[in-house]
């Protein structure tokens, strides 16, 4: 026996027209899509160490961190001001260095910086220290773009197999622009971008398309179920059906993801601010966007609405004339009455009697 939930996010019956305001969305996305390129090219996105290359270095001081003795410090080696910066802890601090021609020269400045932060800054500690050649990290930067491609390659095959190719296309069209929006959001808060980032686009993609694919098995269902009911009602009732699981599942994840944004650390916060960035759009393309496009491409495809029927005019039809009679046949004559037998004279004979009394 089911029990009923006590709490609803959205109660039971709702009918909200979201495809009223389909273009809007259409619009607004392209206008956040168009700016997120923009912002691509420039300023760019802030390259981590594993698609720039070069050293990076975590220290720990004793106190709070002094970075005019750090600053001071590097000076001896070399190293740009704007390589240091704050991270976790106020003793934490992530010094970036610039790429070497060889391994020996890199594990020889890691030794200088080493040895000049102990000189300035007695009882600090270096928590790691990673280096990533040049040619190392355009590889991975290839790479990391090329797994985007081919997700998104995937995804379209997956959905283009399950559904007929105007969801695909709308599903595929959806996910780019949240992506696009992703790098823009990267951009514009000079999170680095490196590998845990393609981790966490490539994870938005995964979350983003599980919540479109049920949208839109919803909306199949309805098409068998509902076949006199025009696309645009359709897809308005399939997405207020499934608004209560849509909702509570992206809540349950931003929550999840919140303690890790705000908590979380260096390591980790970027992804969970990705993530809960794109929690927020992958829920809110699957109503505005992905159902949109879906409509304006199978509005005459998967539901070919009904038209009104015209009234048909009467054809002048031409009067059928009777068939004339036919005159009568004329009767044959027929043969008179054969005249009955004519009385046989008493006392004759036939022959069987003659012969009878001959013998």
Do not use: C
């Amino acid at each position: 026996m089911f029990i009923k939930p006590r709490f609803r996010i959205v109660p039971d019956g709702t009918r909200i027209q979201f495809m009223k305001g389909r273009f809007m969305g259409l619009i607004v996305s392209a206008i956040l899509s168009t700016a997120s390129v923009v912002l691509f090219f420039h300023p760019g996105l802030n390259l981590g160490i594993d698609f720039s290359g070069g050293i990076v270095m975590e220290v720990r001081t004793p106190g709070a961190a002094d970075f005019g003795k750090i600053r001071a410090a590097l000076e001896d080696v070399h190293v740009p001001p704007q390589g240091v910066q704050r991270f976790g802890a106020g003793s934490d601090v992530l010094i970036r260095l610039g790429t070497q021609s060889s391994e020996k020269a890199t594990q020889t400045e890691i030794n200088e910086v080493r040895a000049s932060l102990e000189k300035h800054v007695p009882g600090v500690v270096i928590l790691r220290a990673d280096a990533v050649g040049a040619s190392v990290s355009a590889q991975l930067f290839r790479h990391g773009l090329m797994a985007l491609g081919v997700s998104l390659l995937m995804i379209l095959v997956y959905i283009w197999f399950r559904f007929e190719w105007q969801f695909a296309v709308g599903a595929v069209v959806t996910l780019i622009l949240d992506v696009t929006k992703a790098i823009g959001f990267l951009a514009i808060t000079r999170i680095d971008f490196d590998l845990v980032m393609v981790a966490a686009i490539l994870t938005i993609l995964g979350y983003s398309t599980n919540d479109k694919v049920v949208v839109y098995d919803r909306v199949r269902e309805n098409l068998r179920k509902y076949k006199t009911m025009p696309l645009r009602e359709l897809i308005d009732l399939s997405i207020n059906e499934t608004l209560n699981r849509t909702l509570g599942t992206s809540m349950t994840v931003f929550l999840a993801s919140l303690p890790l944004a705000l908590f979380g650390g260096s390591s980790i916060s970027g992804f969970a601010w990705v993530m809960l960035f794109g929690i927020v759009v992958g829920t809110s393309s699957s109503i505005f966007i992905a159902a949109p496009i879906l409509l304006l491409l199978g509005e005459h495809r998967l539901r070919r609405e009904s038209a009104p029927v015209a009234a048909a005019t009467p054809r002048q039809i031409p009067p059928v004339t009777p068939p004339e009679p036919s005159p009568p046949r004329a009767e044959e004559p027929k043969p008179p009455p054969a005249p009955p037998p004519a009385p046989r004279p008493r006392g004759t004979t036939s022959r069987r009697g003659k012969a009878a009394t001959r013998r």
